[in-house]
C-alpha cells in the first residue's frame, strides 16, 4: 500500500517571460510603495544654505496683481430664467 502513494513533486510549468515579467514588476512596484511611504514618516531635515535663501528678502521679483473678474456674457437676468406658469 505504501508502494502505490506517489510523493514526488507535482510537475509545474516553467513561468512564461510575461508572467516573470508581471512578478518582478510587482516587486519593483511594492519597493517604490515602500520607498514613497518612508519619505513622508521619516523626515529629512533641511540644509542650512536652503533657509539662508528662504530667509533673504526677494527683491527681484515683482508681485503679480490679482485679474479683475470678466463679466459672463451669459449671464440672464433672473426674470428671465425663472420658469413661466
Given at each position: 500500500m505504501a508502494s502505490d502513494l506517489d510523493f514526488s513533486?507535482?510537475?509545474?510549468?516553467?513561468p512564461t517571460?510575461?508572467?516573470?515579467?508581471?512578478?518582478?514588476?510587482l516587486f519593483l512596484g511594492a519597493i517604490f510603495q515602500l520607498i514613497c511611504v518612508l519619505a513622508i514618516i521619516v523626515p529629512i531635515p533641511k540644509s542650512h544654505?536652503?533657509?539662508?535663501?528662504?530667509s533673504e528678502p526677494r527683491s527681484a521679483e515683482v508681485p503679480k496683481k490679482p485679474?479683475?473678474?470678466?463679466?459672463?456674457?451669459n449671464k440672464r437676468p433672473k426674470k428671465e430664467t425663472k420658469k413661466k406658469r
Open positions: 513533486p507535482p510537475e509545474v510549468p516553467e517571460f510575461l508572467e516573470n515579467l508581471l512578478r518582478y514588476g544654505e536652503a533657509e539662508a535663501e528662504q485679474k479683475a473678474a470678466v463679466p459672463s456674457i
